[in-house]
Every structure is written in structure tokens, then in C-alpha cells.
């Protein structure tokens, strides 16, 4: 037994598509961790990557507790269970192969474990390229969802799976992520609301950072907001279900003050840019939702409908 049994083992997931560069970059990251080196593993699920990631795993087997395990493409929320699969951790951490947790990433997340926690512990993630516009404005929409969804406790009701820390037995318990997300949108926002339905808490831990480094253009903003329509569409069924209610659309409150959020943040011409991309993030995010109702035929009233 070393001298840092006491420290909770910790399983890192990684779920990782046609990355290898962004995944090495984690895993660098993940290398600089101040956390004790044997009571963390690291599990890489290759989604089905046209280009496999064994060598880049392989780059890391004598720097890192590291596993890769492949599975066709089916998405990163199956590939999350996946990884969980295989962990042994009594804890397990989410993190995205284009991200890069701080050094202390680990130490704090441990802070808030006891050996009965139930709780689910998010993060905060800051935007390594600031310079680019759209990676900017995806980061102001992620971080408004934090302060609207928080409001003035740290119990909150949504994390990114980008970020967070659970229990391994109650991940298991209450299955995992749901697989029927066929996209990296709304998986992550399902899985709160589920766990906390299961009677599960959360808490909100600020201190424990990652970076995310994610490049975008417009088409590429585009295409992810629209994404996020849709996965929103999939979390609104599948809520209403759970909870025997019928869909509803947010306050006009809600748009308003996220319209307003990047003059908040910053100044001058990049805030008014940015009010732009919220703008048209949302618009994405509405036709993505309704062309995903669509798709499916399925026809909703008046009252049911739902933008976000």
C-alpha cells in the first residue's frame, strides 16, 4: 500500500473520433497531473476513428496508467459507458480528448469525494483561443447555461461532460449515458437531470478547470448549434416522458439576458460580434430542434413547443 491510499482511485474517460492531435494534447495534459500517478487510470475510447489511436496511446504507456479500447461509431455517449466498462476507479472523471485539464484538475474534483458521496461534481472549462470569434461565443453560451441553470447556490441542475466527477456505482446504477443521442449534443444534459431524478446531488467546484481547445468557423458554429437543436429536441422527450409533463419553452427572460450576456463579458466591437453569434446560434439551435421534430413525425401543440 503506498503512502497515498487514502486518495480516492479515480478511472479518466475519454471518449476520442479522428483526434489524434487534440487527444495528445489531453493526454499531456493528464501527464502534469499533481495528483498521485497510481491512484488515477486513464481510459481512451476510440469511437470508430478512421485513423486508430494506438499509436498515440502507445506514446503515453510509460507516462500514464493508460488503456485504449475501440468500439465502431456510435457516439461519444456510448463511449462513455464504454470507458466505464472498463474502469476500476471508484470514481469516474469525463473529460473530451480536445481538452486539457489543469495540473490540479484531479486534487480539487477529490476534494469534494467522501467515501459515501453521491454527489456529481462539475467543473468549470475556460476557452484556450480566445481570438477566435466562434469558439468565444460557444464558450459565452456554455458559460451562461452555468450561471442561468446555477442561479445563486452550487447546486446546479446541468454540467458538460467535458467536466464532472460521480461515483462509479451510481453512474452504473442509474445506466449511464443514454445511447439514443446519435450526436455530441444533449447527452450530457439528460444525464443530470436524470441523475438528480434518481435523488443524486450535484455540486459545482469552479477551482477545477480545463481548457478547451476547439477551433471553429462559421460553418462549423453552424453545424454544432444545429446539432444542439436536435439533441435538445431528444432531451425535451425524453424529460417529459420521465416526468409525465409536456414540453415548455424557456421565459423570454432567458433569451433576452443570453442575447445580453457577451456585452456583460467584454467590450467594444467583440461584444456586439459576439451578441451576433448568440444570435445566430439560437437561430441554429431553433431549426435544428424543429427539424429533428420533424424528421421523427412527430407533431406537438402549441403549448409543447420548445426552442432550447
Known sequence: MTRYASEPLIS?????????????????SLVRSEYPRDRFEVIAVDDGSDQPMDSVVTGFE????????????????????????????????FTDDDCQPRPDWLRVLAKYCTGNS??????????????????????NLVSYLYQYYNGQNRNM???????????????REIGGFNTSFPLAAGEDREFCDRWQHNGFHTIYAPEAVVQHTHAMTLCSFWRQHFNYGRGAFYFHRIRAGRCHTTLKI????????????????????????????????QLANSLGFFWEMRRQKIVLGHDDNHIF
Do not use: W
Request: charged content about 15%.
Open 12 to 28: 479518466i474517460i475519454i471518449p476520442t473520433y479522428n483526434r489524434p492531435k487534440q487527444l495528445t494534447a489531453c493526454l499531456l
Open 157 to 171: 441542475t446541468f454540467f458538460a461532460s467535458n467536466n464532472m466527477l460521480l461515483p462509479a456505482r451510481h453512474f
Open 62 to 93: 510509460n507516462r500514464l496508467n493508460i488503456k485504449l479500447i475501440r468500439q465502431k461509431n456510435a457516439g461519444p455517449a456510448a463511449a462513455r459507458n464504454k470507458g466505464a466498462e472498463h474502469a476500476k476507479g471508484v470514481f469516474l472523471a
Open 250 to 281: 424557456e421565459p423570454f427572460s432567458f433569451y433576452r439576458d443570453l442575447l445580453m450576456f457577451p456585452v456583460l463579458q467584454s467590450k467594444g466591437l467583440k461584444s456586439f460580434l459576439l451578441t451576433g453569434l448568440m444570435f445566430v446560434s
Open 118 to 139: 453521491c454527489h456529481l461534481i462539475g467543473g468549470s472549462t475556460i476557452n484556450s483561443l480566445p481570438r477566435n470569434l466562434f469558439s468565444s461565443a460557444s464558450q
